[in-house]
């Protein structure tokens, strides 16, 4: 299957790991369409929708968690449900960029 889907990110978060160590991570739901192609019925639309948690354990490494809700089209069938979870782990090359305060910054 192939699909795209449209992120919002509406809540961030800060978790006591352990009673040691926070945490830092977001909340986010996704939705988007694509299409799913089967050996017997051929290429069929699909709807996704979820959400998915991500834990930050560096600036630049984190951990997802995407719980996924997928429905495809059956002629015979009509919409069926197929659900998924997925892990990741992510990494980003480079320097992490920061940003300049609001004081550092010339007015015009």
Do not use: C
Not at 24 to 50: C, H, Q, T, W
């Amino acid at each position: 299957y192939a699909l795209t889907s449209f992120v919002y990110t509406p809540m961030y978060t800060k978790s006591l790991l352990f009673n040691k160590s926070i945490v830092r991570g977001e909340i986010s739901f996704v939705g988007g369409g694509g299409g799913a192609k089967f050996r017997d019925s051929g290429m069929r639309p699909l709807i996704s929708l979820g959400l998915y948690l991500r834990f930050f354990s560096s600036e630049s490494r984190s951990w997802k968690f995407d719980f996924r809700n997928n429905i495809y089209f059956e002629s015979s069938l009509g919409a069926v449900n197929s659900m998924s979870l997925s892990v990741a782990y992510a990494f980003h090359f480079g320097t992490p960029q920061t940003t300049r305060p609001i004081e550092d910054i010339d007015e015009l």
